[in-house]
């Protein structure tokens, strides 16, 4: 893990404290929430302060991803362009992707591999660990010009984030003060990220999905165990995950991580389905090729879908074999973007990896479940607009955000709202 | 094209079947006669939308991927039937095709495309733009595709892909 600078960055954090004006809660319940929550520009700034510069960790890439000495990777935290390095000495680094000269962007290309990085604009050079090495004409030309005296290269290094890794997945943090990575994620779902990621993985793919939406209602729908059998067919018809399934939701203490896992057991009756008439429990609908819902049992303790979230923004998902890591990256107060990572793991033989690549078809943007969750926080987003005064409603499976052995709650989505209150100060 | 295809000539009128099968692909696509898309293709097939830069780098995953006429009749029953999303329909325009023959049952083809997408709203935006990358059946009448990759530009969609480009 990296020590990185403190000092002049702190100021700013304390002065945009003072000059909040947040959209205000209606009580200190989390059932009750306010739609403008969603729209509010100011609400989305200070939210670039508090939250993903605050005390946070968010996703940034996976080891698999910056193997070699010298690679680097282009990510971000919030709306902040970031950039993650392994150093010649194998160590992770992490720094904001801009120049401390003028402030240009510093990496072009997503991905990389070099002893250093130079600024296009005026050629200062930076070492895979953010510190500055060089400073073109430094000493002027022909003995005139150049930095003056008490111009001290090492006090204008890259800003450096935290780094650390829990199973392959790389974090950044931006604030001194944050618990380390597994004491925030959690004992319990850091046990859930080791169930899944106990190998080295192997990229599959990536690919982008443009939300237009704010955020947080794409992390709330990912939180959300009460939709998902309800909207997405596939969940329900080809019994992959229901309501009356054994399975559970997990909340950390702090209320911003949470899994949710099911355990497939077709020979539960439809009847609670039925008497509900759900769109998405059609018996009916059957596929001429069902190998995109034929998983098996990897992991060997029956839980065929694990959905699971560490905030501000991280996914992983397991739907039967289908393995992906997601980040959620805000673009402004209407749009966030999806970027999916699909894996599999490097000792796959080619059965199983045909067997994900199949899988794939149900998420992403054009999966089969995941589609659907790509228009849904549209659908809210553009019915809140205009709307001051009026709020949402989480009543489902009670008021609180504690674990439950059953998903009919909306308890996870609760305990998001009770970690984004806390570091919102609201 | 591929390293399969030799540089012996097509016949003009493999050509013009070649085009008349793509024509036909837009045309059940961007008339909502998703039903007639499977059937352009051999039982044995393979479809894969994936992104140039996955493309550049190897990565198996397609955002759709099949490697059966089944999975893709599967993917219009699931529009018609199972999926939530908004109406929306495309319009596809071709560039003009390179044919190459890989043997006397198979050519090779390539073509650039462009598709808008309008949504029911009115909203129309310019939602792809890639290359189709074909291997066609060309050993009876109609032809089929033995295998379309569809490569986009930009790894990034809007919203969703419903329906197939």
């Known amino acids: 893990m990296q020590q990185p600078e403190q000092a002049s960055h702190q100021a700013s954090h304390q002065v945009s404290h003072q000059v909040s004006h947040q959209v205000s809660w209606p009580s200190s319940e989390l059932t009750l929430v306010p739609f403008r929550l969603y729209t509010d520009a100011e609400q989305y700034a200070l939210e670039q302060e508090r939250i993903f510069k605050g005390p946070t960790w968010s996703y940034l890439c996976l080891a698999a991803e910056i193997p070699n000495r010298g690679d680097y990777l282009v990510s971000s935290v919030g709306e902040t362009p970031v950039v993650v390095t392994r150093s010649a000495s194998g160590e992770l680094n992490a720094f904001v992707n801009r120049c401390a000269h003028r402030g240009s962007l510093l990496c072009l290309k997503r991905r990389g591999n070099g002893d250093g990085i130079t600024c296009v604009y005026h050629g200062w050079s930076y070492d895979l660990a953010g510190n500055l090495t060089s400073v073109a004409f430094e000493r002027g030309v022909k003995r005139q010009g150049g930095m003056p005296a008490e111009f001290k290269r090492s006090e204008h290094n890259l800003r450096k984030l935290r780094v650390a890794e829990f199973c392959g997945l790389i974090f950044g943090s931006f604030d001194q003060g944050v618990p380390d990575l597994e004491t925030y994620l959690g004992a319990e779902i850091a046990a859930r990220i080791r169930r899944v990621l106990k190998r080295p993985v192997k990229v599959l793919g990536r690919t982008t999905q443009v939300l237009p939406n704010n955020w947080k209602l794409y992390f709330e729908n990912v939180k959300d165990s009460y939709h998902a059998s309800i909207l997405h067919l596939f969940f329900t018809t080809f019994e992959i995950s229901r309501l009356s399934q054994q399975g559970g939701i997990i909340v950390d203490d702090g209320g911003g991580n949470h899994a949710s896992y099911s355990i497939m057991d077709r020979s539960i009756g439809n009847a609670e389905y039925r008497e509900q008439a759900l769109r998405s429990a059609k018996d009916d609908y059957r596929l001429e090729d069902s190998s995109v819902v034929e998983g098996v049992d990897e992991f060997g303790d029956g839980v065929m879908m694990q959905i699971l979230t560490v905030f501000p923004g991280f996914v992983l998902q397991q739907h039967l074999n289908s393995i992906a890591v997601r980040q959620l990256v805000p673009r402004g107060v209407e749009r966030s973007e999806l970027a999916w990572t699909i894996l599999g793991f490097a000792d796959d033989d080619a059965a199983m990896t045909e067997r994900r690549l199949k899988q794939a078809n149900l998420v992403g943007p054009a999966g089969y479940i995941s589609m659907e969750d790509g228009a849904v926080g549209g659908f809210v987003q553009r019915a809140v607009r205009g709307l001051d005064a009026d709020a949402g409603l989480l009543m489902m499976g009670g008021s609180d955000s504690r674990s439950q052995e059953f998903r009919a709650t909306e308890a996870s989505v609760r305990g998001f709202w009770k970690k984004y209150r806390a570091l919102m100060g609201a | ?165």
């Open chain 2, 1 to 165: 094209m591929d390293a399969r295809a030799a540089s012996r000539p097509v016949d003009q009128n493999v050509r013009l079947e070649v085009q008349d099968l793509i024509a036909r692909y837009v045309d059940a696509i961007d008339q909502d006669r998703l039903e007639e898309w499977p059937e352009l293709f051999v039982e044995k097939c393979r479809y894969l939308i994936t992104s140039a830069e996955s493309d550049a780098d190897g990565l198996p995953h397609g955002v759709i991927y099949a490697d059966s006429r089944g999975m893709l009749r599967d993917r219009v029953s699931a529009l018609r039937e199972a999926n939530i999303y908004e109406q929306q329909r495309y319009r596809h325009v071709v560039g003009p095709i390179r044919v190459e023959a890989e043997s006397e049952m198979i050519v090779q083809a390539r073509s650039h495309f462009l598709v808008v997408r309008t949504m029911h709203t009115g909203d129309a935006t310019l939602f792809a733009s890639g290359i189709y990358r074909d291997r066609i059946d060309v050993s009876c009448i109609p032809y089929r595709f033995i295998e379309r990759i569809v490569v986009t530009d930009s790894h990034k969609f809007d919203t969703l892909l419903a329906i197939p480009l």
